[in-house]
């Protein structure tokens, strides 16, 4: 069993068994809202998330990632959600740039 961690959401746990999905379908699986203008298909980078703890756990960066990791546009610990999966467990925050108004968010 996989477990994500999403530490500004009141520590809100996810959890999955079997063939992993973006962390991005995992969370809209669970009904919580995150930010993904472009839908999902890594071409912009509103789904970023911080990766706290298990980046070793995630699968490695796309070459959308690695696009935005050159331009600066992704730090060494950001993700982004919509093209990562997780192969085990970490722990995350939602950026300050891309929560949503609607949300409440914790510290």
């Not at 699968?59 to 999966?85: F, H, V, W």
């Amino acid at each position: 069993m996989v477990k994500i961690v999403i530490e500004n959401l009141a520590q809100k746990e996810l959890s999955y068994k079997g063939s992993p999905n973006s962390i991005l379908q995992l969370v809209q699986s669970n009904f919580i809202d995150w930010m993904h203008a472009c839908g999902g298909k890594g071409r912009c980078t509103t789904c970023k998330m911080i990766v706290v703890k298990g980046m070793e756990n995630l699968s490695p960066p796309t070459a959308a990632e690695m696009k935005y990791l050159i331009d600066g546009q992704l730090a060494e610990n950001e993700r982004l959600a919509c093209q990562t999966r997780a192969q085990g467990n970490c722990r995350v925050r939602i950026p300050d740039e891309n929560k949503m108004p609607h949300m409440i968010y914790t510290s």
